[in-house]
């Protein structure tokens, strides 16, 4: 094998997702999203989890096959990100620039013209987090295939509890997405560099730096208490995302219902509109964000190694991300909800982490 060849591998792993999202047997479920034209709401394809298990399999029975190495997508990661970098070039200027124009040049390039673009039943936004998190998925695979090859006789437990939790993040992910058609990316954004590069680029190969940094390492013997410390952090942030995504999408599915049984919908409301305040969203406006970061730190801490910088990155990422959104989403609603928000706000105070901010 080649540089040529470890440059071309996000392409046909992208291109095979992309046939595989289009041959395999899916749901077909409307969105919240509605189309501008018609008023409808948008319809997705949904087999994400199909997709990823299919492509996963395809590497792993190929690697014992012999046919390519165990830790192939390690051995060509540079080379693999820069021909990331290109594919995620290539698909922005190609979305953006066939769009009419919204804005000056250098903002619809980053932010996009286009906000939910879809042809020939493909959606761009569930594609490109589709094809992300496969991506993603092979790295860690990968990766931690190259730890164990290089460390057989003592591995790291860290590296290998961090690649079972990352897996998860990304099986999950892929079972609930219908759940994330009534999130903030797909109804607020739009389609260019930010979205478009970073699904094909940067959440593949920048959300396992962790893995960059330690999948070499020896193992560090970490003590037991900290690995649980770790594994407590993930799920009790998992909790809080996934349970806070799950009460808003019954709510605006099925606003009567109870969360799992339990938790009764309680709102505010006027003209109209009504706000969710109860359950997980009684503890802050925003408390998924909460959810993901502390999977983020969970996450860092499994690999064993505090003191290294570079995984750490990984949850400033989520903090240099998610509060800029939290401002932006509140001056959003801010101006869609008028007073009824300012009412929201004095039943919900805190933004992101209950009784601190």
């Given amino acids: 094998m080649t540089p040529l060849f470890g440059f071309l591998l996000p392409l046909f792993v ?42 996963v399999a395809l590497y792993v029975l190929a690697a014992r096959r012999g046919l390519v190495a165990w830790d192939l997508f390690w051995t060509w990661r540079w080379h693999a990100a820069a021909g990331a970098c290109v594919v995620g070039l290539v698909f922005t200027l190609a979305i ?46 990968s990766f931690a295939a190259h730890h164990l090859l290089a460390h057989p006789a003592d591995p790291s437990p860290g590296v290998l509890l961090y690649a079972v939790l990352f897996t998860f993040f990304v099986a999950e992910y892929l079972t609930f997405e219908e759940v994330h058609l009534y999130t903030y990316d797909f109804f ?34 970490t003590p037991r208490p900290l690995l649980a410390l770790a594994v407590a952090l993930f799920f009790g942030g998992w909790m809080l995302s996934r349970g806070a995504n799950l009460q808003k999408y019954l709510f605006k599915t099925a606003p009567d219902r109870r969360l799992f049984g339990l938790l009764a919908p309680v709102t505010v409301a006027a003209g109209g509109k009504q706000l969710l305040c109860s359950g997980f969203w009684r503890l802050s406006r925003h408390i998924n964000y ?12 499994a690999l064993g190694w505090p003191a290294a910088p570079l995984p750490w990155l990984y949850p400033i990422y989520y903090l240099v991300l998610l509060v800029p959104r939290q401002h932006a989403d509140d001056r959003r609603c801010a101006a869609k909800y008028g007073a009824l928000w300012d009412e929201y706000c004095r039943r919900v105070p805190y933004r992101i982490v209950p009784w601190i901010y």
């Fill in 188 to 221: 607020a954004e739009r389609v260019g560099f930010k979205l478009g590069w970073g699904c094909l680029v940067f959440y593949p190969f920048f959300y396992c730096i962790g893995l960059w940094a330690t999948a070499a390492r020896p193992n560090p013997h």
């Fill in 14 to 55: 992208y291109a095979l997702v992309l046939a595989l999202h289009l041959v395999v047997p899916a749901r077909r479920v409307d969105g919240y999203v509605r189309d501008a034209a018609t008023g409808r709401p948008l319809r997705y394809r949904l087999n994400g989890l199909a997709v990823a298990a299919i492509t």
């Fill in 290 to 301: 909460l959810g993901e970061i502390a999977m983020a730190v969970g996450l860092t801490l």
């Fill in 96 to 141: 953006v620039l066939s769009a009419p124009r919204r804005g000056a040049l250098a903002a619809d390039l980053y932010l996009g013209r286009r906000d939910n673009p879809q042809r020939a039943g493909v959606d761009a936004k569930m594609f490109l987090y589709l094809a992300g998190a496969v991506m993603l998925e092979l790295n860690v695979v």
